[in-house]
């Protein structure tokens, strides 16, 4: 045989084992009739930071310019910290060039005398954010990399005296931990930023308590394989519950274990197999169809091992983590069933007067609608025969999860009906939660509303970090910021990512 045709063969064969994983459909372009919406997006955000900044900046007494992280993230900082990526990736660069001013001017390390911090919050929004800005802003801002580092030292301790497990929440003017249990999404989604900020500062102790505080909660004895319990004694170290669900209180946990995973090409195998068997624990024992056949739901499973038809927007991130997961894992039965599970949620837009989901929801599969000692009323019973679902929280505080997984359902597959779903979410949230007179958008109580929607006050920090960067990105160039080169912390802060391994678990 010849000799070049030795070589090509070799390199014929050799090729699938050595390519990466993808996770975005190869080629992907968004089609031209849907082109515009990203524009729209753009404006969006724009109309929502400006009146904000009017009344940040604008004034003297609220110019809190050491106003640090205390638990009301409606406050100051998280805005304009939280903003920051999507203001790089929309290309606001006047927005971020003040946003860096003032982040170095703030003295994040201070709050009220009596107030704690949560360390959770604290490391997705704050942490997260400015990490992921340095990165984007090419690393010419390092005082970004000083700020999250001046902010990890402090919330390192609320890992108390040896402890493997940190406190949720702390005092930072004095560094004492809040006593009380921690649930495992504060306790186990810090390993993404702590991480990198080891990397970055060359500190290896953020990546030690981090990683060292999930690898304790993926080793403990779970009800179920893979699915630990939400809450865990910082003292004990031993879960003081074994209440199961994918929404709030575990959520992110879940979704940092194969986040971790891809982010570090991680070589411990103990993050991947923990979320596969998560993943392969939930199919068995928390997936249920929707008796209308509109999608498909994870229950959450209580102390006594019953199934709680109960579902939530939080938990809705299960389809985005999924097709992550999938792709990684090569897995085309988790690909399918996340579908389902973004077909389940965004039936929880659809079915509402405002065409948007509500906080919490229960929901009728063909077992029933087991939802604890909750009895559904009349409305409900009505509202689920027809929709599959029944509204137990209305309100809408412009949360991201629908449409983070419905991006992830574009990316990967390639279906134009997500994008189809994000123009329509556009439009309700145009329509339904637009103040007048430039006054930005507002969270309402009631999706589904007889009358006309009431407003809330607050435009949450993830409007701005996650929500409508996951509507801009739907809309954008796939190739702008792929699924194939980021990681994605829990606050929608992309996060650069080495090329995948060949195979993951
Ligand atoms: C930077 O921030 C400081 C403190 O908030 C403010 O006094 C100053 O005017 C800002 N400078 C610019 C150029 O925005
Ligand atoms: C590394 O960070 C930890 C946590 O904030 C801190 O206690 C320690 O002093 C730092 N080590 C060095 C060498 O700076
Ligand atoms: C923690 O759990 C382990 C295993 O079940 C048990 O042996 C230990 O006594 C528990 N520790 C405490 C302090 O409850
Ligand atoms: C894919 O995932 C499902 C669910 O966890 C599992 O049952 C199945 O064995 C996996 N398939 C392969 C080929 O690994
Ligand atoms: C709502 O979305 C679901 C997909 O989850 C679909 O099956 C259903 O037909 C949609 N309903 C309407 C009224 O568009």
């Given amino acids: 045989m010849r000799l070049w045709l030795l070589g090509l063969l070799s390199g014929a064969l050799a090729a699938p084992a050595r390519s990466g994983v993808t996770v975005q459909k190869q080629g992907l372009v ?29 004034h003297d007494e609220v110019r809190p310019v050491r106003q640090a992280p205390v638990d009301e993230f409606a406050g100051w900082g998280a805005t304009v910290v939280d903003s920051m990526s999507t203001m790089l990736i929309m290309g606001l660069t006047d927005f971020f060039a003040e946003a860096v001013n003032h982040t ?135 879960f003081t519950n074994r209440y199961i669900t994918w929404g709030g209180e575990a959520d992110s946990y879940y979704e940092y274990l194969v986040k971790y995973a891809r982010l570090f090409n991680a070589d411990d195998p103990v993050f991947i197999q923990t979320w596969k068997k998560a993943v392969d624990s939930s199919i068995w024992h928390l997936l249920r169809p929707s008796i209308t056949g509109m999608g498909a739901y ?14 939530s927007h939080l938990t809705c991130f299960h389809a985005g983590n999924w097709l992550l997961g999938g792709k990684m894992l090569r897995n085309q039965t988790m690909v399918e069933l996340a579908g389902h599970l973004n077909d389940g949620c965004w039936t929880t837009y659809n079915s509402t007067a405002t065409g948007i989901g509500p906080e919490s929801f229960g929901f009728v599969s063909p077992d029933g609608g087991y939802a604890g000692g909750n009895m559904m009323n009349k409305v409900q019973v009505e509202f689920s025969k027809k929709h599959g679902f ?18 992830y359902g574009w990316r990967v597959t390639g279906d134009t009906k997500y ?87």
Avoid at 35 to 44: A, C, G, S, W
Avoid at 304 to 311: A, F, I, V, W
Avoid at 430 to 455: A, C, F, M, W
């Fill in 30 to 58: 968004v089609p031209e009739k849907y082109r515009h919406l990203r524009e729209e997006v753009l404006e969006m955000f724009v109309d929502s930071y400006e009146p904000y900044r009017r009344n940040a900046f604008g």
């Fill in 104 to 238: 170095t001017y703030m003295d994040f390390t201070v709050t009220q005398p009596r107030s704690t911090v949560s360390v959770f919050e604290t490391t997705i929004r704050y942490v997260g954010g400015l990490l992921s800005a340095y990165e984007l802003s090419d690393k010419k801002h390092p005082v970004l990399l000083r700020k999250a580092q001046n902010i990890a030292d402090k919330l390192a301790y609320a890992f108390h005296q040896d402890n493997v497990i940190p406190y949720g929440h702390i005092y930072f003017m004095s560094d004492d931990p809040k006593r009380g249990t921690t649930n495992i999404a504060e306790a186990g989604s810090m390993s993404l930023e702590w991480e990198l900020l080891s990397r970055y500062t060359k500190n290896s102790t953020y990546a030690k308590l981090a990683v060292g505080a999930v690898k304790h909660i993926a080793n403990l004895e779970a009800p179920l394989p893979g699915l630990a319990p939400t809450r865990i004694d910082p003292v004990t170290g031993n």
């Fill in 298 to 311: 994870l229950g959450e499973m209580d102390d006594q091992r019953n199934l709680k038809h109960l579902s």
């Fill in 390 to 407: 029944y509204i137990t929280d209305g309100k809408y505080i412009l949360r991201p999860e629908v449409l983070e997984s419905n991006f």
């Fill in 419 to 505: 994008l189809d779903r994000a123009a329509d979410a556009i439009k309700s949230f145009q329509t339904h939660l637009q103040l007048t007179e430039g006054r930005g958008y507002s969270d309402i109580s009631d999706v589904n509303p007889t009358g006309k929607v009431v407003y809330g006050d607050k435009t949450e920090s993830f409007w701005f970090a996650e929500t409508l960067k996951y509507l801009y990105l739907t809309f954008d160039d796939p190739k702008h910021i792929s699924l194939d080169d980021y990681v994605f912390n829990t606050e929608a802060h992309p996060l650069k990512a080495p090329p995948s391994l060949p195979s993951y678990g």
